[in-house]
């Protein structure tokens, strides 16, 4: 069983930045792929960004990109989402979740196996 954990979520005003960071529980944490979700009220998750099990690979929500970067530090069991130009809609809890790599970057929930906890950013005007 692996277990993530979300940090670094906050208070933000519009167009500032925040970097989120989700810490696994695995030694094998290279060969999964990661990506971060989110969820605004009323909604339901949505992809924001995936990346591979070496970093080589990412993609990212058309809403995002730009704006936002996934990247990842295996010897440290750690993927991050920097996220700048905050919008009042990028305002969401925000999941991370892990899957064994499969030769393909995983958008839909139902992919991941593993989830985090989950993580509030709210954005202000």
């Known amino acids: 069983q692996v277990q993530l954990v979300e940090s670094g979520g906050g208070l933000v005003q519009a167009g500032g930045s925040l970097r989120l960071s989700c810490a696994a529980s695995t030694r094998t944490f290279r060969v999964y792929s990661m990506g971060w979700f989110r969820q605004a009220p009323g909604k339901e998750r949505e992809f924001v960004a995936a990346i591979s099990w070496s970093g080589g690979s990412t993609d990212y929500a058309d809403s995002v990109k730009g704006r936002f970067t996934i990247y990842r530090e295996n010897a440290k069991n750690t993927v991050y989402l920097q996220m700048n130009s905050l919008k009042l809609e990028d305002t969401a809890v925000y999941y991370c979740?892990?899957?064994?790599?499969?030769?393909?970057?995983?958008?839909?929930?139902?992919?991941?196996?593993?989830w985090g906890q989950g993580t509030q950013v709210t954005v202000s005007s």
């Open positions: 979740a892990g899957r064994v790599w499969v030769g393909v970057l995983p958008k839909n929930t139902p992919e991941y196996d593993y």
